[in-house]
């Protein structure tokens, strides 16, 4: 049985949830991918994040680790046909894949590189609900699975002393030298939730299409039972 592991990315803007998904011509998905025979679920799915979301190594530069949260669903997948089901059916003796879904909470800051066949998009929560058509039977139930959730939006702004006039000049040189990056500001947010811990998050508007590299500045967000 082929074993598939998906990471939930949730950042905010306006105060309108979003989810990061990969699209790939007129597909989308979630970040994440098939494990390895005998591989474990978090150490996959780590692999599979970094393998579609982190840039190159670079020295001096820390790598991205990724933090694996709760399990929001597992999907069947009886046959090859695109058709899931949330449980295993009965008539099934033997499924062709196991698909979990986890969230995955985003560092303080933290920089996205995807290739330049695909995109990264950040869209809305309320675009995904009841949209299979569009999205697939999975993602269009994201809305349903966090909904236990309560979603609290931090303004940073008020929290956060203004800038001085040499760390602006720093900050508009450093974005003059990434010309293939997009940076990308929000505020942050909180979620109540069982069984989370803290995380950070901010998020891109849904017009951000970045081209190799996504840029991503975040504030905490507790994630509190």
Not at 71 to 81: I, T
Not at 183 to 203: I, L, N, R
Request: some cysteine.
């Amino acid at each position: 049985m082929r074993r598939t592991v998906e990471g939930l990315l949730l950042v905010q803007d306006h105060r309108v949830p979003y989810v990061l998904l990969l699209q790939d011509g007129n597909e989308f998905r979630l970040p994440g991918g098939h494990l390895r025979p005998g591989e474990g679920e978090v150490e996959g799915l780590q692999r599979k994040l970094t393998s579609c979301l982190s840039p190159k190594p670079k020295e001096g530069v820390p790598d991205l680790k990724w933090e694996i949260g709760d399990l929001l669903s597992v999907w069947w997948r009886p046959n090859w046909e695109p058709v899931e089901f949330p449980y295993l059916p009965t008539h099934c003796a033997r499924s062709k894949e196991c698909r979990k879904l986890f969230i995955v909470p985003l560092p303080e800051k933290a920089k996205f590189a995807v290739p330049k066949n695909r995109k990264l998009l950040a869209v809305p929560l309320f675009e995904l609900y009841n949209n299979s058509a569009t999205f697939g039977q999975s993602i269009a139930s994201i809305p349903h699975l966090v909904s236990r959730f309560t979603f609290t939006i931090i303004d940073s702004a008020k929290a956060e002393p203004a800038p001085s006039d040499a760390s602006k000049a720093a900050s508009q040189s450093e974005g003059a030298t990434k010309e293939s990056s997009s940076s990308v500001t929000g505020k942050a947010m909180a979620v109540d939730a069982p069984a989370a811990e803290d995380m950070a998050v901010e998020e891109a508007p849904a017009t951000t299409e970045p081209t190799t590299e996504l840029s991503v500045k975040e504030e905490p967000v507790a994630m509190v039972d």
